[in-house]
């Protein structure tokens, strides 16, 4: 028994969407938090992911989870999700300045859906609650939580990167917003990069300091913790999925079309911080340096859309049908066509299957906070003939599997030569690589990192006075 368990708590998560128990989970956050709940009984709360007219709240109960939504109206959506959250916290957290879109009603939005969403929780919870926070969309909850009342544990886990304190500042009222951060006992990041753009900003911008044990302290006095909890996959169900994935049609499908070229695969959500022009730019110029390399590759990328209402993803989708269109022109034969570009989602154990046929993962995003699929492609390997990722140096994930082919995104050359290393590596390298890879990801899986995190929100202190928010 963890500590978390031994402590009796319900567990209640916090995101801003939640995965409803019928939903094919998309990405390993969400059947995480699904086992964390299940295990110890807990509640999910967030938005229900329907904007309407006359906003509602949903509860439900399922698999011992309490799940309770609530809906958006046009302007809450408009202002906090695409809005704020989606065109100034995300560009400007992912080192693009030039794409924030910073509006004052924006904030507004962001903050009053922060304060609805604290109002109707602050309702539900029971003194012994411990709270787990999911990322940027929900900064400020905790301290209007602690405006109510709410005096529970609170942890809260950044999912994409902390930038430097230069791009922060360059938020209006970033200290009002970012200062809240206080309000946790608990603030988890992906790396050290991460934890330490946090320390600069707090002791810097926010006038705190730094006290023993990686703890951090505001001017006001509030004293929390931050740490470093990379988040992983579900190791060992990938793994078996891959292998269960050998007789699945699709998976078998793709290979009969490949034939005996090599595949390289992309995985992503279809988003500008996932380097993907660049991308299709190297395999470009792998094409035209190597011409031995034609006929003999095809690069699968799988890219379904998201966030279409934000312009900037709605111009990155026609960049990337241009480029695709246009490589494929120039460089296709009546039998050979060298990029599949695929903007549609597939199962989990699909996409699995496809990883494991692929003898390249080609994972480059220019900024990404952890990034599940680089994980993913290397859980999913056969031991006896393991493919090779080609890895961005500025995924989180980077910081763990430096076994892997790393490079820099934006330097074409390097990609293409490390894919052109990639397709010729022996098979005697390719073993140790993934050996090393695959070792971290069994001890450090889905599991370890929710735990981890549960056990470190648990050692932050001792509550013992009960919440008045009721
Ligand atoms: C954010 C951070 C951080 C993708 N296509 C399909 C599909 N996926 C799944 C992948 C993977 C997940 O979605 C994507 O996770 P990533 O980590 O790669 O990227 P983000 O969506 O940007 O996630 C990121 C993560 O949060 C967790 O903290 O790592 O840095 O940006 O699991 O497999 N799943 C299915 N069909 C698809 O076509 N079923």
Known sequence: MNAAQASGGRLVVVSNRVAMPREVATGGLASAMRAALAERGGLWFGWSGKVTERPQMHRSHEGGIDYVTIDLDRADYCDYYAGFA??????????????????????????????LFAQKLAKLLRPDDVLWVHDYHLIPLAAMLRELGVRNRIGFFLHIPLPAAELLIVLPRHRELLGTLASY??????????????????????????????????????????????????????????????????????????????????????????????????????????????????????APPSRSDVPEYRNLRRELERAAGHINGKYATPDWVPIRYVNQSFPHEVLSGYYRAARVGLVTPLRDGMNLVAKEYVASQNPEDPGVLVLSRFAGAAQELGDTLLVNPADLTEVTEALVRALSMSLRERKARWRAMMDVLEKHDLTAWRESFLEALYATRLVQAPSPAQ
């Open 86 to 115: 989606n065109r100034a916290l995300w560009p400007l957290f992912h080192y693009r300045p030039d794409l924030v879109d910073y509006q004052r009603s924006h904030l507004e939005g962001y903050l009053r859906v922060n304060r």
């Open 185 to 302: 006992d608990l603030v988890g990041l992906h790396t050290v990069r991460d934890l330490r753009a946090l320390e600069n900003y707090f002791l810097h911008e926010i006038g705190g300091a730094m006290r023993p044990g990686g703890r951090l302290r505001a001017p006001d006095g509030r004293v929390f913790q931050a740490g470093v909890f990379p988040i992983s996959i579900d190791t060992a169900a990938v793994a078996q999925a891959a292998r269960d994935s050998v007789k699945l049609p699709a998976v078998q499908q793709l290979k009969e079309s490949v034939q005996d070229r090599a595949l390289i695969i992309g995985v992503d959500r279809l988003d500008y911080s996932k380097g993907l022009p660049q991308r299709f730019a190297a395999f470009a110029q792998l094409l035209e340096e190597t011409p031995e390399l034609r006929q003999q590759v095809i690069y699968l990328q799988i």
